[in-house]
């Protein structure tokens, strides 16, 4: 009885970090799928939109719900500001192309990551906020990793019926299938590529000030968050959504129950073996699709 | 007239004679600027401060690892984030020589190149499958796993790592760390001047189309693998040797992994001098931006990166470049006049007898999925005859060249050279044995110059290098691009381009030349050359099979035709008669009531 509660309980807990993980790769794998372009200051968006839900909490008392839309706005502008500034200048398309963004994004990474430092130091900060466990039956859960994953699980599948149902969607869908086919069907792509951008840089900000209440960051843990995010999207496939999703609680279900069996190093390893086996085995991801010669 | 042509091309000759003497003159000048800076180094390691050394041995040690990860990642095209796990392996290695056994520091740092290498053979063979980002990123993470191994055992020292005995001077790990970077510049020149280079080079372009030309990709990539790990493990050793302790932080340090990518993209990546010139450059901003604002000094990197890639996108070396300084020479060239009596002939009699068959499919079937792309078609090419393949888009024709030449799997049936069943070999063994093709879409190597990519073909088919050297000159005669010997495919105008690739699929004397519409939106003129080139083919034995659109193009020469459709042949048998068959005119022509074509 007590075996079947603890498999319980690790499996939920899994799911649940799996959510929040998948909240964490939205971003990129928005900006992945339809530009090709893995924006290595993912992380650094995310652990600066934590930090700063932390500063907004210790100047305002200000919760995760006043730091969200904050966060999500601001980084909306910064995306706006990198794709103009940075991204538009050069070529991207190609294998030279692909070097190029990820030498651009990986620069950006390194400006954001230090500034980040020079303000708010290299102290892990958290947001004490939803501090309470919840109690299921005999099992508890805390109250941060139920919302964070509550809103992870929502967040996606809005932009799946983002992506799906509306106009706006269906454009940046056409574009990344083909983006010359989109744009000699009189679609400006380079605004959609821009709204994309922006968008994934905007969910990077918003998981960022939420998942800060159940992850403690610091300045230069983009790096890691990055890498991270990575994995999952690759694992599903880059930029498969549902793939992610099942990436998403897949990692977070191995990651909590090899931690839990072997110890939190072993679990660590664990996830690079399973992302080289499955890069062997399936190397489109659990949902992609096979490229055509 | 015939004078008047030819006086121009023997002015661009001699003008091209000019220019490339020139142009080895300031190779020439690259390797003594290089000699001089070696020289300097060497006073600075041996007159200079403790700290002045430290930074010449830092800097020689990013050199040797921006290198191994140019010759995976730059002339292979292999990006990996994660070869700096080789300089881990080669650390842990080499300490645990060191503290364990009291070998020396040579000793420990061969054997360390020696594990490498011994790891990097089966790890390469699996993770080479692996194309782009995912390679990439395969890479990183058993680079994780290695630094998780090195955390978790207690061999030496585990997490909290251990010393290794220092016996070396400072001064002595500059100097034997500049020797290994005079040795990872000194290899890459030799790869850029090798067959293997070519190799290396042709599958960054292509690799299909490298693999149709006869070459082992995966064996090359391999052994590119296990040298990058090698330099990568080597450099590991020595970094032991200097600091006199280990452990996994820094020997698996991802900033190590990034700081050397920077250095090879911000010089210039898949060239000989870029990684020196991105390592020394990197190296001095980054110590002098650290005295100055320990504080800024990522930020202000950052920021260098970004300016250098919007304004400088192919590194240090383009704007070198740009004035004709640092080109890579290519292999082998110019190629040499060829004197009458040395001539051989250019199409070898490939078999003893005409009208033999060659090649024979056997009702070969594919499917993909519900779709039966061919449908137990069977085909047969005899010596000495040309063989066109006909049929609307969508009929199967590229599906079957890609069938018999092995790049796709049939389902069902038999494809058999001579005797020998193909089905089941790899396309570079099928090219070896002697089935030739081109490709529906010419499929050229940008990085190579004419002359290499007639080169790569012949080292394959011929026994010496002095054979192959004047196989591919002649056939450059032959296909009227001896002045153009040293552009860019990407510089010659389709017409030519279509040549070449013929040219490429000639070099490896094939007893089969499969020929995927090469007709297709030819001049007249160039069609007619064509013919000619096919004729003295097929007089010296070769089998050929054509597919064509352009009907007309090919009914004057074809021997036999085969009419596909839907997956399925309708028609076979000599041109005109297959022409006159209602099924054919209705399937492929259209409309029955009609002069078919004006053959």
Redesign the interface.
Known sequence: MLQLQTYLLLLLTGIMWGGVYLLMALGLNLIYGVMKV?NLAHGDFIVVAGLLAVTLYGAFQAGPVLAIPLAALLFLLVGLAVYRG?LA???TAG??G???TL??T??????I???AL?IWGGQYQSVPFFQSSVRLGSLFLPESLIISSLVAFVLAFAVQFWLIRTRWGRLVRATAQSELGAASCGLNTSRIRLLTFALGAALAGAAGALTVVLIPVQAASG?FVT?QA??LI?LGG?GNYLGALLAAILLGVIEVSSSYFLGA??A??MI??I??LV??VR?QGLLGQRGR? | MRERQMRPALARTRASRVTSTLARLRQETAWLLFGIVVLAAVLVALFGTGDQTQLLFSTCLFAVLAYAWNIISGLSGYVSFGQVGFFGIGAYVAATCQILWQWDWYLAALGAVLAAIVLALPLGTVMLRLQGIFFALGMFGLSRIGALIATSTSLVGGSMGEPVPMVGTTQETALVMLGCAVGAVVLTAWLLRSPLGLRLLALRDDEKAAEASGINTNASKVIAFCLSAALAALAGSLYVWNVGFIDPGSAFNNTYELQTILMVLFGGIGTLWGPLLGAVVISLISNALWAQFPQQQQIILGALILIAVIWMPGGLVSLFQRFGWLRRRPVWGPPPPIGTEKRLPLFPVAVGNTDESVLCCQEVTRRFGGLTALNRVSLEARSGRIVAVIGPNGAGKTTLFNLITGFDRCNGGAIRLGERLLNRLAPYRIARAGIARTFQTCRPFPSLTAWETLLLPALVASASKEEAIRAAAQMLERLALRDQWDASPESLPPGQLRFLEIGRALMLRPRVLLLDEVMAGMSPEEIRLIHTLLREAVAAGCAVVAIEHVVPAIMPIADHVYVLDFGTTIAQGRPDEVLRNPAVIEAYLGTGEEEPVNA
Do not use: C, K
């Not at chain 1, 990986?106 to 400006?111: A, K, M, Q, R």
């Open positions: 893995v940075l200048r050069v070529d294998p030279q692909e070097l190029r030498l651009i990986f620069g950006l990474s390194s400006i990551s230090n500034i020079l790096g890498v990575f994995t690759a880059l190093s072993a660590s390893a690079y073996l992302f080289i890069l062997i190397p010669i």
